[in-house]
């Protein structure tokens, strides 16, 4: 089993930035991909960003260019620097870890508890 707790969101102006952490505990070995989703009132449940045990990154076109993913193996812990956030990137932000490669898409995720991100015009 693993667990995943995220902190690091709030409100902020458009424009603004946020980092996004997320700790992970329990069985770490198994974890081969993580990222970050989120999901907006009467939106899908979209991906964000992934990162692989090898630190191989993967973007939404949306966010490239503006948000970077990352992780820290020695404190088991996933970032996601957010920076020129829009009042489109509102939404719940989730990390996510999954034991499979990542180029398979997340198949058997493990979720975090999720952190509310509001950008205000």
């Known amino acids: 089993q693993v667990q995943l707790s995220e902190s690091g969101g709030g409100s902020v102006q458009a424009g603004g930035s946020l980092r996004l952490s997320c700790v992970a505990s329990?069985?770490?070995?198994?974890?081969?991909?993580m990222g970050w989703f989120r999901q907006a009132p009467g939106k899908e449940h979209d991906i964000v960003a992934s990162?692989?045990?090898?630190?191989?990154?993967n973007y939404a076109d949306s966010v490239k260019g503006r948000f970077t993913v990352s992780q820290d193996n020695a404190k088991n812990t996933l970032y996601l620097q957010m920076n020129s956030l829009k009042p489109e990137d509102t939404a719940t932000y989730y990390c996510?870890?999954?034991?499979?490669?990542?180029?398979?898409?997340?198949?058997?995720?493990?979720w975090g508890q999720g952190t509310q991100v509001t950008v205000s015009s």
């Open positions: 996510a870890a999954d034991p499979h490669d990542c180029s398979g898409g997340f198949r058997e995720v493990y």
């Open positions: 329990g069985y770490i070995p198994i974890i081969h991909c």
């Open positions: 990162i692989d045990s090898a630190g191989s990154t």
